[in-house]
C-alpha cells in the first residue's frame, strides 16, 4: 500500500537521519503559522476593525445630522481629517466585498465591518494600500477610504521570516553535527565493503559508543578471518609439502625397478597423488593474499590466460569483449581462476571460448564449453570443495580433483564477486561466469 513511498525514501543512513531531522522543524513551523499566527492575528485584525467601525458609524452619523448636503458634507470630511479618513459626500457606490482569495485577514476585516456598521453598501479590499466602504445616508451615498495598515496587522510575516531563519540555521548546525556522526559509520561500511573484496583499509573505530563497539568487532572479526585464513593456507601448504618427501621417495624407488605392468600402474598412481597435492597448493592459494590488488585491464587478464593455454596446445579461443575500463583486480588469483574454468572446460568439450563484459561497477569473465555441462539441480553442489559430478561430464578426457570450481568461487568471492554456472547459447555446453567487483 506505502511501496511509494518506501521507493521515495532515501537510502542511505544520512539521507534518512537528515529526513528525520527535517520533517519535525517543517512540521513545526506549519503548524504554528497555521494555528498561533493565524488565530493571534485574526484576533488582532478584528480588534483594530471595531475601532475604526466606531470611527466609521461617527463620521457616518455626523453627515446624517447635518441641514443639507453640503452641511453633511463639510461635517463629514471635518471629522474624516481628524480620524485620517478621506472622505466623499455624495461618492461612488462599493457593491458587494471584494478581496482577493488567499486574504484571509480580508475575510475578517469584511465580516467585521458588517457586524459593526449596520448600513454598510460595500467594501473593496482588492489592493494592500487602501480599504475603500460606501454607506448610504439621507444626503447621498459616502465614500470612505483609509490605509489598510489600520485595520490589518503590519507585522506577522515577521515571525515567519524568524521561524524560517531560525529553522534553517538550526537545520544547518543539525546537519554538520549529523555528518559527524555519520561519518564513522560510513568509514566501517568502506572498510567492510573492501575486506569483501579481499583487500585490508586501514580503519579506526570513532565516533558514538555504539559505532565505536561496531568499528571494534568488525576488526576483531577481520583478524579471525585473516587468522582462519592464513592458518587454513599454513596447513594446507605443510601438510602437501610434507607429503611430497614421501612421494619424491616414492618416485625414485619405482624408477629403479624393471618395467612392468604393476609398476606402470604404481608410477601412475604416485602422478596422480602429485597431481592431488598440487591441486590442494591451488586451492590454498586460493584465499591466500599473495598480493594487493592492483589496476589493470580485465580483457588483456583474459587475453593472457586464453595466449597460455594456447601454448599448451589447448584449443581455446578469445571471443571478445564488451565495454572496456580498468579494474582493481589481484591479477594472479584472477588468473588462476580464469585458468582453472579454461581447464575445466578443455577437459570436458572439445572447444572452449572465454569473453569479457565490463560493467559499470563489475567485470564478468565468461568461459564456454561445448562438452556435457552440468545439470542444473547440480550445479550448486558442483562449487564445492572436493566434490566431483563425473557421471554427468566425459570421463574420457579425464577426471578431476573437485576443487577447479571452488577455487574459481573463493576467488570470486575475495573480489567481492561470485561464480554463476549455466548454459552457453553459443557452444551448448556449460557457462561459467566469473563475476568480480570493479
Not at 466623499?88 to 485577514?105: H, K, N
Request: hydrophobic letters at 45%; glycine letters at 8%; a positive charge.
Amino acid at each position: 500500500m506505502f511501496d511509494w513511498l518506501h521507493r521515495m525514501m532515501p537510502r542511505g543512513i544520512y539521507g534518512r537521519a537528515l529526513l528525520i531531522l527535517i520533517v519535525p522543524i517543517v512540521t513545526i513551523q506549519i503548524v504554528v503559522s497555521m494555528v498561533f499566527i493565524q488565530r493571534h492575528y485574526e484576533a488582532v485584525t478584528r480588534q483594530m476593525t471595531r475601532n475604526l467601525a466606531i470611527e466609521v458609524a461617527h463620521i457616518v452619523r455626523a453627515a446624517e445630522a447635518a441641514a443639507s448636503g453640503p452641511e453633511a458634507a463639510a461635517a463629514a470630511a471635518a471629522q474624516g481629517r481628524s480620524l485620517q479618513i478621506d472622505v466623499t459626500l455624495p461618492g461612488r457606490v462599493v457593491s458587494g466585498d471584494s478581496y482577493l482569495f488567499y486574504d484571509l485577514q480580508g475575510r475578517t476585516v469584511a465580516a467585521t465591518l458588517r457586524e459593526r456598521v449596520e448600513a454598510l453598501q460595500g467594501l473593496d479590499l482588492s489592493t494592500w494600500s487602501r480599504v475603500e466602504l460606501s454607506a448610504p445616508t439621507r444626503w447621498g451615498t459616502i465614500n470612505l477610504s483609509f490605509d489598510r495598515r489600520r485595520v490589518t496587522a503590519t507585522n506577522p510575516h515577521q515571525l515567519l521570516v524568524v521561524m524560517l531563519a531560525t529553522g534553517i540555521l538550526m537545520t544547518v548546525i543539525a546537519t554538520v553535527f549529523l555528518r559527524n556522526q555519520v561519518r564513522p559509520i560510513r568509514q566501517l561500511a568502506v572498510a567492510a565493503d573492501a575486506f569483501g573484496k579481499g583487500r585490508s583499509v586501514p580503519f579506526r573505530p570513532s565516533g558514538a559508543t555504539e559505532v565505536r563497539a561496531a568499528g571494534a568487532a568488525f576488526l576483531e572479526m577481520r583478524a579471525r578471518i585473516e587468522r582462519h585464513i592464513e592458518q587454513r593456507t599454513l596447513m594446507l601448504s605443510g601438510v602437501s609439502h610434507d607429503l611430497r618427501t614421501p612421494l619424491t621417495r616414492l618416485k625414485l624407488s619405482l624408477s629403479l625397478l624393471e618395467e612392468s605392468d604393476e609398476v606402470r600402474a604404481m608410477q601412475k598412481d604416485v602422478a596422480e597423488m602429485e597431481r592431488l597435492l598440487d591441486a590442494f597448493l591451488d586451492f590454498a592459494r586460493a584465499d591466500a593474499t599473495e598480493s594487493e590488488a592492483e589496476t589493470v585491464d580485465p580483457v588483456a587478464v583474459a587475453q593472457e590466460v586464453v595466449a597460455d593455454a594456447g601454448r599448451t596446445g589447448a584449443p581455446v579461443t578469445f571471443a571478445g569483449a564488451e565495454g572496456s575500463g580498468p579494474a582493481r583486480l589481484r591479477t594472479a588469483a584472477v588468473k588462476r581462476a580464469l585458468a582453472n574454468l579454461v581447464g575445466n572446460a578443455v577437459r570436458y568439450g572439445r572447444t572452449a571460448q572465454v569473453s569479457v563484459k565490463v560493467g559499470p561497477s563489475t567485470v564478468c569473465f565468461a568461459v564456454e564449453d561445448d562438452g556435457p555441462g552440468i545439470p542444473k539441480e547440480k550445479r550448486e553442489e558442483a562449487m564445492r570443495p572436493f566434490t566431483r559430478l563425473d557421471r554427468s561430464r566425459n570421463q574420457d578426457r579425464g577426471s578431476g580433483v573437485g576443487l577447479g570450481l571452488s577455487i574459481a568461487a573463493d576467488i570470486a568471492r575475495s573480489h567481492g564477486g561470485s561464480l554463476r554456472l549455466g548454459e552457453s547459447e553459443r557452444l551448448g555446453g556449460l557457462r561459467a561466469e566469473l563475476i568480480v567487483a570493479r
